[in-house]
């Protein structure tokens, strides 16, 4: 099973990105996904989570009201969609699979899988 993360890139302070993250050698309706980000010399920190209902999302308070996440099972993807973004939004960010119950979904260990990473830099 492979994650592969793209839509990165370089934007302005108050601009949008819309990140992908395809899955392939499994059903996408296997797992439950999350977007983590690090930062340069910072560790990795929980971005946002998807259930295995699309109805079941969460979000770490800094980017709550900009960001969205969302699955398409169909096409093995899902998404983050992020408006008003900010410098400090500035980071690789990793899409995860979960494909077992966890106390929380919020934690790098919550997650069996990880795609590659992609780079967003945000210009002031």
């Known amino acids: 099973v492979q994650l592969q993360a793209s839509g990165g890139g370089l934007v302005q302070a108050g601009g949008s990105l819309r990140l992908s993250c395809a899955v392939s050698?499994?059903?996408?309706?296997?797992?439950?996904m999350g977007w983590f980000r690090q930062a340069a010399g910072k560790e990795r920190e929980f971005v946002a989570h998807i259930g295995w209902s699309p109805l079941n999302t969460e979000y770490t308070n800094a980017v709550k009201g900009r960001f969205t996440i969302s699955r398409d099972n169909a096409k093995n993807t899902v998404a983050l969609q992020m408006n008003n973004l900010k410098p400090e939004d500035t980071a690789v960010y990793y899409c995860a699979a979960r494909s077992r119950l966890t106390s929380t979904v919020i934690r790098p260990t919550d997650y069996d899988l990880w795609g590659q990473g992609t780079l967003v830099t945000v210009s002031s």
């Open positions: 050698g499994r059903k996408l309706s296997s797992y439950s």
